[in-house]
């Protein structure tokens, strides 16, 4: 198994529209969880950090469940420029090492 | 500023031949990464700098695969001997100082492929 995973999808959904990502890891001892997006053929880039207690930036908001061992990503009001492939990550162990999943495809259409 | 920069950014050759990726991260920063993404993948890492000392090399998939930072700043990662299964895109990532709340920046990536 996997210490990542996500739902590759593609999620194809319309402009407006609120779409929801998880995904679940299995090590407990993770420290730090964060949301990546990548565009085709570019490099990831930092969407958001994860904490305990949700967070909220804008149209996305994070959580974490760390009893089921799962982050979400919510994004409300989607747009065309949402269209990525969005990546968990998650530190665990030392140096900081970060860990992803493959990626859950999205595609906002008009 | 400028962000992390890799050359070259796309590299063919041929199986048996030896490659050399370079990484120049962004100034000043201590901690360097390497990770290798195959297509449909997340990135996966392959190892760490913290400045001239690799300290994780847990990562690298076999023996064939070698990393160096020799000043602290500029980093080279060497595959020998190619093969088929090393194409992917390698991806550099630095960050301010090693603590889990500093953001890893990414390069564009170096894409490989093996012939």
């Known amino acids: 198994r996997k210490e990542v995973e996500q739902d590759p999808g593609p999620f194809n959904v319309p402009e407006g529209a609120t779409v929801a990502f998880n995904c679940t890891y299995s090590?407990?001892?993770?420290?730090?969880f964060f949301w990546y997006r990548q565009d085709c053929r570019k490099e990831p880039k930092l969407l958001m950090s994860v904490y305990s207690s949700g967070n909220e930036d804008g149209r996305f908001t994070a959580q974490l469940n760390r009893a089921s061992q799962y982050i979400s990503l919510l994004i409300r009001d989607s747009k065309l420029s949402d269209s990525a492939t969005y990546l968990c990550g998650l530190i665990s162990g030392g140096y900081n090492k970060l860990i992803f999943g493959a990626g859950t495809r999205l595609a906002v259409h008009p | 500023g400028a962000g992390v920069s890799q050359s070259p950014r796309y590299k063919v050759a041929k199986r048996g031949q030896d490659v050399a990726l370079r990484c120049d991260p962004i100034s000043g920063h201590v901690s360097l990464f390497w990770y290798q993404q195959a297509l449909g993948q997340g990135p996966e890492f392959l190892t760490y700098?913290?400045?001239?000392?690799?300290?994780?090399k847990s990562g690298l998939p076999s023996d064939r695969f070698f990393a160096e930072r020799p000043e602290g700043s500029v980093s080279t990662l060497k595959i020998q001997r190619t093969q088929q299964e090393d194409s992917a895109v390698y991806l550099c990532a630095s960050s301010l100082v090693g603590g889990w709340d500093n953001e890893q920046f990414f390069g564009p990536g170096t894409r490989l492929t093996v012939l």
């Open positions: 700098f913290q400045n001239e000392a690799q300290l994780d």
């Open positions: 090590n407990s001892a993770s420290q730090s």
